[in-house]
Every structure is written in structure tokens, then in C-alpha cells.
């Protein structure tokens, strides 16, 4: 299957601070790939969709200027978080679409981000 | 929008017995159903999908089944192994190019040896 890679896969910051998490498709082009949040025994919620080349669609309820999302290129895409606080703290998880007809989506390993 | 709902939210099985997830979902436009996998830390990790022009679909212990009419689908695992344990998502989405995949609430698998 296709493989999507994730880094880092585990980051501690304090409070104020900024991390980026980069997804990257390893065997494959994603002209899309999404970002989700995991809270503890809880479900994936979908943040954003990302495409190649142009503004990220954010999910209702996800602030864009906290959760910057930039996806340069075809086998690439980051996300920011700004000004890091506690309850940012969460499993990061993104996903690349192959491009299938039907919405075949292959995720990476997570980020498990603890903010200080 | 879609909204996915599944049961139960936890399942202990003996090794050996089989385990049944079931899952429902409002969107009668769905039309892509995977099942994903997530261990303890990782990523999810899909295990089997199904489309709505089939109605069974089988990969060695895995199977799952779709009945588009009364929209439900549900995954079959046989001959549960210890390294079954794990928590299992549904999900649905549409087709035609990428769409959003809604995801089911999960269900925390324990297969006791």
C-alpha cells in the first residue's frame, strides 16, 4: 500500500511556542492529504484539507491562523501550530488521498504533540 | 452531513471466537466504506474497504458486509489472534474525486488468550 511518513513522530514544546509537523507521501504524488486531531479514546476529527498549490479548507470550529497548513508540493504538506498552548496537546494525524476514483486515503503514523 | 455511528464501543473476545463490528451511516450518497485499524500510538491503517455495487467483501479472516439499503456495514473478523487487539474505525465517504471520510467512533478490541 502507499506509504505517508510523518515527522516528527513525537514533540514537546512550552507554551508560546510553534511546531511544525510535516507529512510527507513517500511512494506516491497526493495532490490532496488531510490533518486530523486524536484526543485520547476518542475518534479521528478531521481539521483540514490540504491541496497542492492553493489555501487549505478548514473544518468549522478549526482556527486557520493557529493551524497553518501549507502544501507546497505533491509529496509534502505541513502544519503549524502557533502559539502552542496545553490544550493543543493532541495525536496529529495526516492522511494522503492516492487519487483513486473512490477516496482512498493512506495516514501516517501521528505526531503526539504535548504542549508544556 | 454524514454522520457514521458504531457498536459497541468495546468487544472482548476469546481467541479463536469471532468478533463482529457493526456500523450505520445517514448519507444515502456514501458510497465507500473502509475499516481501519489503529494500534496503541500509530496511525490508523486500513484493513479492508468495500463499495457500494458490492455487498460482501472477503480478505482471509476479514470480511465485511454492506447492505446500502438499510445503510449499515459491518466488519467480521474469524479465528481472532492476540494480535487482533487493537481499536477498529468505520468510516464513509462519498466518491468522485477526494471527499471528506467521517469517521465511526471506534471499537476497542481485546482478544484474550
Known amino acids: 500500500g502507499a506509504v505517508v511518513s510523518q515527522h516528527p513522530s513525537r514533540v514537546i514544546c512550552k507554551s508560546g511556542t510553534s511546531v511544525k509537523i510535516e507529512c510527507r507521501s513517500l511512494?506516491?504524488?497526493?495532490?490532496?492529504m488531510f490533518w486530523y486531531r486524536q484526543f485520547p479514546k476518542q475518534s479521528l476529527m478531521l481539521m483540514a484539507t490540504?491541496?497542492?498549490?492553493?489555501?487549505?479548507?478548514?473544518e468549522q470550529g478549526v482556527e486557520k491562523d493557529k493551524f497553518l497548513i501549507n502544501h507546497a508540493s505533491l509529496t509534502l504538506s505541513t502544519l503549524t501550530v502557533t502559539s502552542a498552548h496545553p490544550e493543543d496537546s493532541s495525536f496529529y494525524i495526516c492522511?494522503?488521498?492516492?487519487?483513486?476514483?473512490?477516496?482512498?486515503?493512506?495516514f501516517g503514523p501521528g505526531t503526539r504533540l504535548t504542549v508544556l | 452531513g454524514e454522520n457514521v455511528e458504531q457498536h459497541p464501543s468495546t468487544l472482548s473476545v476469546q481467541e479463536g471466537d469471532s468478533a463482529v463490528i457493526k456500523c450505520t451511516y445517514s448519507d444515502s450518497a456514501s458510497n465507500y466504506f473502509p475499516w481501519y485499524k489503529q494500534e496503541l500510538g500509530k496511525g490508523p491503517q486500513l484493513i479492508i474497504d468495500?463499495?457500494?455495487?458490492?455487498g460482501e467483501k472477503k480478505d482471509q479472516r476479514i470480511a465485511v458486509t454492506l447492505n446500502k439499503t438499510a445503510k449499515h456495514f459491518s466488519l467480521h473478523i474469524t479465528e481472532t489472534q492476540p494480535e487482533d487487539s487493537a481499536v477498529y474505525f468505520c468510516?464513509?465517504?462519498?466518491?468522485?474525486?477526494?471527499?471528506?471520510?467521517?469517521f465511526g467512533t471506534g471499537t476497542k478490541l481485546q482478544v484474550i488468550p
Open positions: 511512494d506516491f504524488q497526493a495532490t490532496t
Open positions: 492522511s494522503a488521498y492516492t487519487g483513486g476514483s473512490y477516496n482512498e486515503q493512506f
Open positions: 490540504s491541496n497542492e498549490g492553493s489555501k487549505a479548507t478548514y
Open positions: 468495500i463499495r457500494s455495487n458490492v
Open positions: 468510516a464513509a465517504s462519498g466518491s468522485g474525486g477526494y471527499q471528506k471520510v467521517t
